[in-house]
């Protein structure tokens, strides 16, 4: 068999993403042979021996993919395990067979729609910047939102030093005698807490987020903690590239 890059085997094989394989590497926790592996290296994935953090990871000829949503909870965290043993989603597919990893983060105080798999290509696609997939939020907001701010968020605001892609906004509901509103939010970017950076860059309070689209794939009706399997449709729509100068707005 041709010789493939390690980090192609290292996703394929359901371990990590590409980019989280080559964090990997660069942290030494790769071995191929006994020899600690570099970014770049390539491997004859069924004679070499390959272990990431002394555990031996086996190569298939045709691995078996995985595409699952998952309704995260507030309180849990987008990771498979936590060293302070707090609840993390490991723990709400605890029945799935596959070894399969996070694609993207939400905050542990955010919910909705969190899409795990072991394609390490299909995550790579989904969390690659120029890709520019749309993800739809429900965010609750204190106090009530003005028109201004609006155009603000929509036009974009500085964060963490850095001005943020145009995004969509919509107002879904108001309450100006309570103080509050229901905005749905559309962005491209993949930055860290984004939506919350950007409404405090604004003077608005988040109470509540929620995700509820990724591209074309919604959460639906799918109950909060609960998961499914991507249909074969979905798992096309999510492949395909999208329009970045779309933004849905319902």
Do not use: W
């Amino acid at each position: 068999m041709a010789l493939i890059r390690l980090q192609k085997m290292l996703s394929e094989c359901g371990v990590a993403s590409r980019r989280k394989s080559e964090d990997l590497i660069r942290m030494g926790k790769v071995k191929v042979n006994g020899k600690i592996a570099s970014i770049g290296d390539k491997i004859d994935p069924y004679n070499d021996k390959v272990t990431v953090s002394g555990r031996k990871v086996t190569y298939t000829a045709r691995p078996s993919f995985r595409y699952i949503m998952l309704n995260k909870p507030r309180g849990v965290l987008t990771t498979m395990s936590d060293e302070r043993g707090r609840r993390c989603v490991a723990d709400l597919i605890r029945d799935i067979p596959e070894r399969v990893y996070p694609v993207g983060r939400l905050d542990k105080d955010s919910e909705g729609l969190l899409l795990l798999t072991n394609d390490g290509e299909f995550a790579n696609h989904l969390m690659h910047p120029k890709k520019h997939i749309n993800k739809v939020y429900r965010v609750s907001v204190r106090p009530d939102v003005t028109d201004e701010q609006v155009e603000r968020l929509s036009s974009g605001v500085v964060i963490d030093g850095r001005m943020t892609a145009p995004a969509g906004v919509r107002v879904v509901s108001r309450d100006k005698k309570e103080g509050k509103a229901v905005l749905e939010i559309v962005i491209h970017e993949g930055r860290n807490r984004q939506i919350r950076k950007m409404c405090d860059a604004v003077g608005l309070s988040v109470s509540r987020l929620k995700r509820t689209a990724i591209g074309a794939v919604k959460l639906g009706g799918l109950k909060l903690g609960m998961y499914r399997d991507l249909s074969e449709p979905e798992v096309k729509k999510l492949s395909q590239d999208p329009n970045p100068s779309k933004f849905e707005v319902n």
